[in-house]
């Protein structure tokens, strides 16, 4: 299965690395730059800087949708009409019309991603042993994230050298993304049989993901729930930071778009396949509350080196700070993907990834867009001292970070109480 799925989710890589949060943000930026009022391009970078973690609030529908079913022909579908979006952001055109169908696009597309992976989280936990599914799922990553990184390289290429070209790259993603959906026919769940059963075990009713649901898993795993709670404010931190981050490096330090796209998106992605190994056997080894605990600490290095070379203008601390958000952004992965096993009974993973990838779209509704009014508002009362907004996602980063150690230090302790009790 591991050897169907490699080519699928490389190819897939493609259309996702064009509406990847940092890569169209720019693209929209360089695109619009000059045809509609600064204020309002700003926003439109916020809102599809955010689309990947907004979109996931429509977990609630694609968890509905697959429940019951066999899982590869509802994933093949949906790759599909990720193609099919992907392709609709060419057809948007160089004028201020033609920002309200780019964001129209990417944000369908993104939709449609966020039920591939609402999908995909219950054919990965059937497929591989917990004790090598990071290994295993780490190298489907790496293969897809290659993807991601290759067309962010050339679609920043394009854009300083002739940025109306750079939508055509969009089609060629599409087209890419309909041979992967024919390919990842070929797939097989094991034992998938087991699977629907135990869904169909839990009954129509009670298996329908639905708000009720959302209330219930939070409310009777409080792990769980702590755990949504602190990737809550570590996750909207992060997304503040990447909108801001592209504001800023147009208009403060005046940076090529290649540039931007190199250090947001190119450089981390290139860099996973390198740090993807060794935070894959970090997570085979224990719970995810562990593994958060440390791997968040990179994003808070990261974001200091970032907001330190902005503020002093000094780009030199910005390629260490990109290389760091790789070390992170390869950890979350594995995490975000594969985090919500470790508290998931059997046929309740895709309910828990549901509740998981909900709350990532509440905080990718509020949270860019929020962190762009306060850029606009400091801006607007103190011109030229925007870079100071970037303390705030800075702070909710460090206390997510800080929030995953508390939670690992009170496991430890309960663990020890528990040996201590049986002794």
Not at 28 to 36: A, N
Not at 46 to 52: D, E, F, K, L
Not at 99 to 105: D, E, G, S
Not at 257 to 269: A, D, E, F, R, W
Request: positive net charge.
């Amino acid at each position: 299965m591991y050897a169907r799925e490699m080519w699928p989710w490389a190819l897939l890589g493609i259309g996702c690395g064009l509406v990847e949060g940092g890569t169209v943000a720019v693209l929209v930026k360089r695109g619009f730059e000059g045809l509609v009022a600064t204020q309002v391009v700003n926003l439109a970078v916020a809102i599809v800087s955010g689309a990947p973690a907004l979109a996931n609030i429509s977990s609630f529908a694609w968890a509905n949708l697959a429940h019951g079913r066999a899982r590869v022909g509802v994933l093949a579908g949906i790759q599909a009409a990720f193609a099919v979006a992907v392709g609709l952001v060419a057809l948007a055109p160089i004028a201020p019309g033609g920002i309200a169908l780019t964001l129209i696009a990417v944000i369908v597309a993104r939709v449609l991603w966020a039920g591939i992976l609402t999908v995909r989280a219950a054919i990965w936990s059937a497929n591989y042993p917990r004790h090598v599914m990071a290994r295993i799922t780490s190298r489907i990553v790496m293969a897809s994230s290659l993807g991601i990184a290759l067309v962010a390289l050339l679609a920043g290429w394009i854009l300083d050298a002739h940025a109306r070209s750079a939508r055509w790259l969009y089609l060629f993603a599409a087209a890419c993304g309909l041979v992967a959906a024919l390919r990842y026919r070929a797939v097989r769940v094991r034992r998938e049989y087991q699977l629907l059963a135990a869904e169909a075990g839990v009954g129509a009713a009670d298996g329908a993901f639905s708000l009720g649901m959302f209330r219930q898993i939070l409310r009777e795993d409080p792990a769980f729930r702590s755990y949504m709670f602190w990737m809550s404010l570590y996750g909207s931190g992060n997304l503040m930071m990447t909108a801001q981050l592209v504001v800023l490096f147009t208009d403060r330090l005046h940076l090529p778009s290649l540039t931007q796209i190199l250090l947001l998106t190119v450089v981390p992605l290139l860099l996973m396949p390198l740090f993807l190994p060794a935070w894959a056997r970090l997570f085979d080894r224990g719970h995810i509350i562990e593994y958060r605990s440390r791997q968040c600490w990179a994003l808070v290095g990261a974001i200091v080196l970032l907001t330190g070379g902005v503020t002093l203008k000094t780009q030199w601390l910005l390629w260490p700070g990109a290389v760091l958000i790789g070390l992170s952004y390869a950890g979350a992965n594995l995490g975000w993907n594969l985090g919500h096993n470790d508290f998931a009974s059997p046929g309740r993973a895709q309910h828990y990834m549901g509740v998981h990838v909900t709350l990532t779209g509440v905080r990718g509704l509020i949270a860019p867009a929020l962190g762009m009014v306060c850029y606009e508002l400091v801006e607007w009362r103190w011109p030229g001292d925007g870079v100071a907004v970037l303390l705030l996602p800075m702070m909710l980063i460090a206390a997510g970070a800080l929030g995953f150690v508390s939670m690992r230090q009170a496991m430890s302790e309960n663990i020890n109480e528990k040996e201590h009790t049986t002794y």
